[in-house]
């Protein structure tokens, strides 16, 4: 079995959720390879032998700065062309998602998404995905080769392993139509503090914070626990918060150390995008919220007396 995983990179890093990818991939297949795609990556491929490849194969070219998925598609279709993989793995990410869905067209091959675990069974790859709103947990396959395979973000923690990997250059030849399409402007939205998929400790605010001014006490107390802020789908269609603090279905899927929910129901939505939390803590005034079903600890309780009162705490424990 021959496995290739594509390294999503931002800056000066390999994206959380594509090592992810990479060390569980790692752990089906010793031989696992990574691909880094773009301009000045080079340096990046140490980074990806720490998490399990034993060979980065790598394309630097000027042509490939900006993150646009045709030029990729054209390098991994002719890498895996080439080299023959069996398996290629993807980190759910919007940019991913392109490139996963063109090389499946490209090399006429069968896409798997949605998956959150895989395991190899007779020497073939074999995907899991939820189904049913995450009722149910059902079997994924392929017939035939390559396997192409989209993971939900979250779904595997990147674990470091302290490996070297052989570093391969691979050549670029681009599609004259993947050149077409320019990238005008790139920016992104600046914040302090790590983001809701990186911080190990997530406090959530919910419809029961009443509107926008009730995340205010829980920015304070997420930057007392030196975590992250996040949002409910139906605090974002309110308006109340901005959309990449979504968790859920139609938001991201997160795997913190500690999730605090306050004022969260705990609907079957939400639940799709945070239940891999390592301890969850739910506070709510409405004892019967769905989410003190799966909760690791349950408050029943006003939150706008418990956050003040909790931010106070934290801040006098680390002394500030």
């Not at 000045?40 to 790598?58: D, I, N």
């Not at 395979?149 to 779904?155: C, D, K, T, V």
């Not at 406090?203 to 829980?218: D, H, K, M, N, S």
Request: no cysteine.
């Amino acid at each position: 079995m021959s496995t290739l995983v594509f390294l999503e990179h931002h800056g000066s890093a390999i994206q959380k959720g594509a090592l992810g990818v990479l060390s569980k991939a790692a752990s089906l297949d010793p031989d696992t390879a990574g691909v880094l795609i773009g301009s000045g990556v080079r340096e990046l491929a140490a980074q990806a032998g720490q998490y399990g490849a034993k060979t980065v194969y790598v394309a630097d070219d000027a042509g490939l700065e900006s993150p646009l998925p045709q030029p990729r598609v054209d390098v991994l279709a002719a890498l895996v062309r080439d080299k023959g993989f069996q398996n290629v793995l993807f980190g759910a990410s919007v940019l991913a998602s392109d490139i996963a869905g063109g090389l499946s067209a490209r090399l006429d091959a069968g896409l798997n998404w949605d998956m959150n675990d895989l395991e190899v069974r007779d020497g073939a790859l074999v995907g899991k995905r939820s189904a049913l709103g995450d009722t149910v947990r059902a079997d994924v396959g392929w017939s035939a080769e390559p396997r192409l395979g989209l993971i939900r973000a979250g779904s595997f923690e990147a674990t470091a392993g302290g490996g070297d990997a052989a570093v391969e250059d691979v050549p670029v030849a681009l599609e004259g139509f993947s050149t077409k399409a320019e990238l005008v402007e790139h920016t992104q939205e600046e914040s302090t503090g790590p983001s809701i998929e990186d911080a190990d400790i997530l406090v959530t605010g919910g419809r029961g914070l009443g509107g926008p001014e009730g995340f205010g006490p829980l920015e304070e107390l997420a930057a007392a626990l030196g975590g992250a802020v996040a949002s409910t789908r139906a605090v974002v269609d309110s308006g109340w918060y901005p959309y990449p603090t979504q968790i859920g279905q139609t938001g991201k899927v997160v795997s913190p150390k500690v999730y605090i929910g306050f004022g969260v129901s705990g609907a079957i939505q939400h639940k799709v995008g945070m239940q891999t939390s390592q301890v969850i803590i739910a506070i709510n005034k409405d004892g019967n919220a769905p989410i003190f079903e799966f909760s690791d600890l349950g408050v029943v309780g006003d939150l706008n007396t418990v956050v003040p009162q909790l931010t106070a705490l934290v801040k006098e424990r680390r002394g500030g």
